[in-house]
């Protein structure tokens, strides 16, 4: 039987303004098939705009049953945007963090998570007056503390926010959203962690 994953996240999940096949769940799944692993194409729960209230809401609606070999997950972009407070997206997220482990059939060890990228380097923060240091700051108030719940619950941290820092120029067409080619440079930092993940789910 193939390998199964499932994505949860918003709109830099479901990739805002790319094609399908440019999604990063997407090219990490082709490269992994590229390896050899026998990865069936991911299923995606994502929204553009979702905050992690948002994204458990639809996980209770969505009913996925457990285990999946590897689940993702990237989220909070949207609770930083609309001003919420990290200490509120500690909670939410670290129970999302959970739930992610038990869709995962209670293996945190196949749980990915992805740092969130730094939107105030786009031309939409730029021209619309926003604050970029301010921006910068609170996202890696919010990476922290994504960092330090995934790494105590035993999940694996994938952090890509220096790669939208380094490459502020790969952009879809609305000035905000990573293009295809920023998604695949996410897949490509993602890729050795999945690939530890399957294996070991292939040989199980």
Do not use: C, K
Not at 36 to 63: C, F, N, Q, R, V
Not at 107 to 121: E, F, H, K, T
Request: aromatic share 8%; no cysteine; charged share 20%.
């Amino acid at each position: 039987m193939p390998l199964t994953y499932l994505a949860l996240g918003d709109s830099y999940t479901i990739g805002e303004s790319v094609p399908a096949e440019g999604r990063w769940p997407m090219q990490l799944a082709a490269a992994l098939r590229g390896e050899g692993l026998p990865l069936a194409e991911p299923a995606i729960l994502a929204t553009t705009g979702w905050t992690t209230d948002e994204l458990s809401a639809a996980m209770d609606e969505a009913g996925f049953a457990p285990p999946w070999d590897l689940v993702s997950l990237l989220i909070g972009v949207n609770n930083q945007y609309r001003g919420r407070d990290v200490g509120e997206y500690r909670g939410e997220f670290h129970r999302l963090l959970e739930r992610a482990a038990a869709l995962a059939g209670e293996r945190p060890d196949r749980v990915l998570v992805l740092s969130i990228p730094d939107w105030g380097v786009t031309p939409f923060a730029r021209d619309s007056g926003r604050d970029i240091a301010r921006i910068a700051a609170e996202l890696d108030a919010y990476n922290a503390t994504a960092r330090e719940e995934t790494l105590r619950l035993g999940a694996r941290w994938v952090d890509i926010t220096p790669i939208s820092r380094q490459h502020p120029a790969l952009l879809a067409g609305d000035g905000l959203h990573p293009s295809a080619a920023q998604y695949a440079l996410w897949a490509e930092a993602a890729l050795p962690a999945a690939r530890a993940m399957l294996a070991a789910a292939s040989a199980a």
